[in-house]
């Protein structure tokens, strides 16, 4: 089985325990990886609320350059679907770039061109609290008026927009503005709303207005997402993920398990090589091969095609 992730915070933990990417105590490496036939990600570079955002703008750089630094020959740094293409024809494992968190822009537009000319192609508009782009999902704040100016770019410049932790009001304003643009945007790691009461997933119309735009909904391995007091194993995410198909996400449901960016795991998913595990039990659950090899990559390879 191929898998495509669209979701980890695996950069910003290397760089953090000064630990390589071939092996280590992470949830992400690439011996971990080898159970797969081939494994594509995006990779999020996290700079931490806490920091003042002129100290994240630099942090952004730091993290980037540490993370190049542990790529080996194994892996390949893509911006188009042909890159995509061609690293696994080459038995390569294709990375993309994301950034998680908006506010390291600092009111400053042309940052973007920046971030876009070092590889970044997916921006999460927030993380938390609010900031100068708009309020995360702990808040019933916006877009500021900088935040409309940052997403108009993004869809000018190809750099997809993430409502994974935007506020309800973000992610409606945000949603009408890629309808009247006729632009893609996604949720990379947001659970589903409808199975587990929390502010940080995604209500069922903003997920169908994702999947009819053409995005993509991934599912996340937090716990305190999937299910009651911080517990969840691959029963609970099958549900979220049997109800996200439920709703017609057949052709947009993938997976952004948010790995090396949580302190806890699901039962039964210790590590990235655990994932497999769930296209067994989506099998007993009466799920097609054809779903389940959408879910796990063909999904992702659609969205890529169609917008890289």
Same mark, same amino acid.
């Given at each position: 089985?191929? #898998?495509?992730?669209?979701?980890?915070?695996?950069?910003? +933990?290397?760089?953090?325990?000064?630990?390589?990417?071939?092996?280590?105590?992470?949830?992400? *490496?690439?011996?971990?990886?080898?159970?797969?036939?081939?494994?594509?990600?995006?990779?999020?570079?996290?700079?931490?609320?806490?920091?003042?955002?002129?100290?994240?703008?630099?942090?952004?750089?730091?993290?980037?350059?540490?993370?190049? *630094?542990?790529?080996?020959?194994?892996?390949?740094?893509?911006?188009?679907?042909?890159?995509?293409?061609?690293?696994? *024809?080459?038995? =390569?494992?294709?990375? !993309?770039?994301?950034?998680?968190?908006?506010? $390291?822009?600092?009111?400053? $537009?042309?940052?973007?061109?920046?971030?876009?000319?070092?590889?970044?192609?997916?921006?999460? $508009?927030?993380?938390?609290?609010? %900031?100068?782009?708009?309020?995360? !999902?702990?808040?019933?704040?916006?877009?500021?008026?900088?935040?409309?100016?940052?997403?108009?770019?993004?869809?000018?410049?190809?750099?997809?927009?993430?409502?994974?932790?935007?506020?309800?009001?973000?992610?409606?304003?945000? $949603?009408?503005? +890629?309808?009247?643009?006729?632009?893609?945007?996604? +949720?990379?790691?947001?659970?589903?709303?409808?199975?587990?009461?929390?502010?940080?997933?995604?209500?069922?119309?903003?997920?169908?207005?994702?999947? =009819? #735009?053409?995005?993509?909904?991934?599912?996340?391995?937090?716990?305190?997402?999937?299910?009651?007091?911080?517990?969840?194993?691959?029963?609970?995410?099958?549900?979220?993920?049997?109800?996200?198909?439920?709703?017609?996400?057949?052709?947009?449901?993938?997976?952004?398990? %948010? !790995?090396?960016? #949580?302190?806890?795991?699901?039962?039964?998913?210790?590590?990235?090589?655990?994932?497999? %595990?769930? +296209?067994?039990?989506?099998?007993? =659950?009466?799920?097609?091969?054809?779903?389940?090899?959408?879910?796990?990559?063909?999904?992702?390879?659609?969205?890529?095609?169609?917008?890289?």
């Amino acid at each position: 089985m191929k #898998l495509f992730d669209f979701h980890c915070d695996t950069p910003f +933990a290397l760089e953090k325990h000064g630990e390589p990417l071939t092996d280590n105590n992470r949830h992400i *490496s690439l011996k971990k990886v080898e159970n797969y036939d081939s494994y594509g990600q995006l990779m999020a570079i996290f700079t931490q609320k806490s920091l003042p955002e002129e100290v994240a703008w630099g942090r952004f750089f730091v993290i980037r350059e540490d993370f190049y *630094s542990k790529m080996t020959e194994k892996t390949a740094l893509c911006h188009t679907f042909a890159d995509y293409e061609k690293a696994i *024809s080459e038995g =390569k494992h294709p990375f !993309f770039i994301a950034v998680e968190g908006g506010g $390291l822009l600092c009111d400053k $537009l042309e940052r973007l061109t920046t971030l876009y000319e070092h590889d970044v192609r997916f921006l999460t $508009l927030v993380w938390r609290d609010a %900031d100068c782009i708009g309020g995360a !999902f702990n808040t019933d704040v916006g877009l500021t008026d900088f935040g409309r100016e940052v997403v108009k770019k993004c869809f000018e410049m190809g750099i997809v927009v993430d409502l994974s932790h935007a506020s309800d009001p973000m992610a409606e304003e945000v $949603l009408t503005m +890629a309808e009247a643009a006729g632009k893609a945007v996604i +949720a990379t790691h947001s659970d589903s709303r409808a199975v587990y009461a929390h502010p940080r997933n995604l209500p069922d119309d903003f997920a169908k207005r994702i999947a =009819k #735009l053409g995005g993509t909904v991934g599912i996340s391995m937090a716990p305190q997402h999937l299910g009651v007091n911080d517990y969840a194993n691959i029963d609970i995410i099958c549900d979220h993920m049997l109800h996200y198909l439920e709703i017609g996400l057949e052709d947009s449901l993938t997976f952004g398990c %948010d !790995f090396d960016g #949580l302190d806890t795991l699901p039962e039964g998913v210790e590590n990235v090589s655990k994932i497999i %595990d769930i +296209a067994d039990a989506l099998r007993k =659950k009466g799920v097609s091969e054809e779903q389940i090899e959408k879910i796990f990559y063909k999904n992702a390879e659609r969205f890529l095609k169609e917008n890289f």
